[in-house]
Nanobody, 115 residues
Framework: QVQLVESGGGLVQPGGSLRLSCAAS????????MAWYRQAPGKQRELVAV???????SYVNSVKGRFIISRDNAKNTVYLQMNSLKPEDTAVYYC?????????WGQGTQVTASS
């Protein structure tokens, strides 16, 4: 069983920055594929960014050049640095861990970009 705890969400003005963190419990973090998803009101959950166990990353087109996903295996933590936030980035952001057998989700953290 893996537990994921997100933090770092909040209210920010358009153009601002936030950094989300997701701390994972248990052993084996080094081997997990970690990802951030988001879900805006009335919309389906979408994949935002992924980082593999080897550190390779990929992003949805709408955040390329603005968001950076990273991981610290010593701290069992994955991060999402979000820069130049736009109102359309407003959503609940979820951390996801994929192991060889299961997928786990965090509880979500609200990000709101609004003036």
């Amino acid at each position: 069983q893996v537990q994921l705890v997100e933090s770092g969400g909040g209210l920010v003005q358009p153009g601002g920055s936030l950094r989300l963190s997701c701390a994972a419990s248990g052993s084996g973090f080094n081997s997990y594929v970690m990802a951030w998803y988001r879900q805006a009101p009335g919309k389906q959950r979408e994949l935002v960014a992924v980082i593999t166990s080897g550190g390779s990353t990929s992003y949805v087109n709408s955040v390329k050049g603005r968001f950076i996903i990273s991981r610290d295996n010593a701290k069992n933590t994955v991060y999402l640095q979000m820069n130049s936030l736009k109102p359309e980035d407003t959503a609940v952001y979820y951390c996801n861990a994929a192991t060889s057998r299961y997928t786990y989700w965090g509880q979500g953290t609200q990000v709101t970009a609004s003036s």
